[in-house]
């Protein structure tokens, strides 16, 4: 099991920028894909930014392709959401968490996600 904390929410104004973090011990951290997700105020879960494990693969939903931006310090055990451009859509709790597999093909990371070891989330407030 990967322990998970993310940190970095806040309260930002529209089109403004926050970049969380996600800092993991335990298991290994290196040999696994990491995830982002959100969950709005009664909306379902949302995943929106994976990484592969060896940071060479990035992948992004639609909602926030070319605003956000995943990267992952290996040396660190971390791994970052860089947020530009929030809008107030954006307001969620995020999480990060980890592919349940190692090593997993980041084609069936993005296709057919199976992740595990949740954070406890951080707040991310965009007003308008």
């Known amino acids: 099991q990967v322990q998970l904390v993310e940190s970095g929410g806040g309260l930002v104004q529209a089109g403004g920028s926050l970049r969380l973090s996600c800092a993991a011990s335990?298991?290994?951290?290196?040999?696994?894909?990491m995830g982002w997700f959100r969950r709005a105020p009664g909306k379902e879960r949302e995943f929106i930014a994976a990484i592969s494990w060896t940071g060479g693969n990035t992948w992004y939903a639609d909602s926030v392709r070319g605003r956000f931006a995943v990267s992952r310090d290996n040396a660190k055990a971390t791994v970052y959401l860089q947020m530009d451009s929030l809008k107030p859509e954006d307001t969620a709790v995020y999480y990060c968490?980890?592919?349940?597999?190692?090593?997993?093909?980041?084609?069936?990371?993005?296709?057919?996600?199976?992740?595990?070891?949740w954070g406890q989330g951080t707040q991310v407030t965009v007003s308008s």
């Open positions: 968490a980890r592919e349940r597999g190692s090593r997993t093909p980041f084609v069936v990371v993005t296709t057919n996600p199976d992740f595990t070891d």
């Open positions: 335990g298991r290994t951290f290196t040999n696994y894909a």
